[in-house]
């Protein structure tokens, strides 16, 4: 059988936990590390302790992630947001856990995701715990540094820019406006751990799930790789749609190398010939 009528079925099916990665976002221009149209990341990934130890490296770090919002901040969903969005609402998911951090399921109409790495619409305070707007922040960027004028490279999908050092100098910074202490973007830093609560509530709904829909996801990182494996060992079968080779496939009873933008649509539309909760035939 051909295998997008084989995963419409499944999907038809109903008890689906979608897990999202950063190919899920590359047909909204956020490019992904590792596929297609993703070119490896030429600095390394920020880390939670050169971040908080390091000022002069936390101050080019809030340089390049302003430039980064500016493109992260203004992505639309895409025609694959948009079908897990109308799953959802046709009552055929039972979760969306997501490793991207730019809010596009929410933005294409989803609700209850949950966002594995957090999210770089908001900042966080690490002393106060205070959560604002990533608006808020990016206008007080701009108003501390007019001058700044630095152009980046590339972008990465956790808002990160490719920026020369010699760009960043004299960047300014900012602190919290309810007790002075360290801003940091709302998401998980490379080598920082997924707070444990998300990681029981993700594991909690692949455990429930009738079938683990992986989209976008290489699954290269355990941090989502981990749902596949779990999913694998308590029979629940494994649907993956990714561009690329994808380290899931040993545990997949589906694997599409194809466009999201193209399948997911063509499946939504495929579900819209039958009434919501029956099998396709
Ligand atoms: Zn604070």
């Known amino acids: 059988m051909d295998q997008v009528a084989e995963l419409g079925e499944w999907i038809a099916e109903g008890g689906v936990v979608v897990l999202s990665g950063a190919g899920l976002s590359t047909e909204s221009g956020i490019p992904d590390y590792r596929g297609p149209s993703g070119s490896a990341r030429r600095s390394t990934p920020m880390t939670y302790q050169t971040f908080t130890r390091d000022p002069i490296a936390r101050r080019r770090y809030w340089a390049r992630s302003h ?13 694959g947001h948009r079908a897990v969005a109308r799953m959802q609402q046709r009552g055929l998911l039972d979760g969306i856990i997501t490793q991207n951090v730019d809010g596009l399921h929410q933005a294409a109409g989803a ?18 715990g205070d959560r604002t707007p990533r608006e808020h922040m990016a206008a007080r960027l701009e108003a501390a540094n007019p001058h700044f004028a630095a152009v980046a490279s590339a972008i990465n ?16 910074t900012v602190d ?7 801003l940091k973007p709302d998401v998980v830093y490379f080598g920082e751990t997924v707070p444990p609560e998300r990681v029981a509530r993700s594991f909690a709904l692949v455990a429930s799930a009738r079938t683990l829909l ?20 308590d029979g629940i079968r494994v649907a993956i749609v990714n561009r690329g080779v994808t380290r899931g496939e040993p545990y997949a009873g589906l694997v599409i190398d ?5 399948v997911l649509p063509n499946i939504v539309h495929g579900l819209a010939r ?8």
Do not use: Y
């Open 67 to 79: 430039l980064g919002w500016r493109t992260i901040g203004e992505a639309r969903p895409n025609d």
């Open 258 to 262: 194809a466009p999201l933008g193209i």
């Open 176 to 182: 919290c406006l309810s007790c002075g202490g360290m």
């Open 274 to 281: 039958v009434p919501s909760g029956q099998m396709v035939i």
């Open 157 to 172: 999908p956790d808002g990160d820019a490719e920026l020369d050092d010699e760009q960043l100098d004299g960047f300014a």
């Open 214 to 233: 992986v989209l976008g996801s290489s699954l290269t990182v355990m941090s989502g790789r981990r749902f596949v494996l779990r999913a694998a060992k």
């Open 111 to 128: 609700r209850d995701v949950v966002e594995l790495h957090g999210n770089l619409a908001r900042i966080t305070c690490l002393d106060c």
